[in-house]
């Protein structure tokens, strides 16, 4: 299994020792002097199955905290590990309550960037198990809806009133409430924003 990691500091040297020691404890490696440059890699090409960010905190284009932040908007969710040559405990707690896994001090130690990573592509496992679980369980309740049930649950995807539902069916508004209400409780959705976002993130109907 391959592992990848995306290394983004703005220090040219830094980056290549840093590479040629991740690549000599066999990961594959993606390196970036700049946010902007990963971030539009990130988001243009197909991240690899098994990866994790090596992030710096602080560079002068983006904060590693900002383009945390933006990948999170983007629905990109990789296991982050920050880095800095800063002790500064502020950032630290910042970094962590974005979900970071944990927060190593340049120059980095041998045996604590390895045990991050480690503990980066357990969580990355983790996260795609419980991915695959979430789609097992979501394609069973999507076969539970009849064909009606189903254009009922690509209206309100689509974000239409009933009114309008049952118009381009051709059916009363009370029976697409019923509909609607059978769909939300086949998929075990709490509210409407619920099921569409599950439905947008499964990408199914």
């Known amino acids: 299994m391959q592992r990848t990691v995306y290394l983004i500091d703005d220090n040219a040297d830094f980056r290549q020792s840093t590479a040629w020691w991740l690549e000599g404890a066999g990961y594959a490696v993606q390196s970036f002097g700049k946010p902007s440059q990963a971030m539009r890699y990130l988001t243009s090409n197909a991240v690899a199955e098994h990866s994790c960010l090596l992030l710096d905190v602080r560079m002068p284009e983006m904060s590693g905290l900002d383009l945390h932040d933006q990948l999170n908007r983007s629905g990109l969710h990789l296991p982050v590990i920050y880095m800095t040559g800063h002790g500064d405990v502020p950032l630290a707690v910042e970094a962590m309550s974005k979900g970071a896994l944990t927060f190593l001090e340049k120059p980095l130690e041998d045996e604590a960037l390895m045990s991050a990573l ?20 979501y394609l069973e309740r999507f076969a539970l809806l009849t064909p009606r049930e189903r254009e009922v649950l690509q209206g309100i995807v689509d974000g239409k009133l009933n009114k309008i539902i049952a118009y381009d069916l051709g059916i009363s508004v009370k029976t697409v409430e019923l509909h609607r209400s059978r769909v939300m409780k ?3 959705a709490g509210c409407p924003a619920a099921l569409v976002k599950m439905v947008l993130t499964r990408r199914v109907a």
């Open 186 to 188: 086949k998929m075990q």
């Open 118 to 137: 480690e503990a980066a592509f357990v969580v990355d496992a983790n996260q795609h198990a419980e991915d695959r679980e979430g789609e097992a369980c």
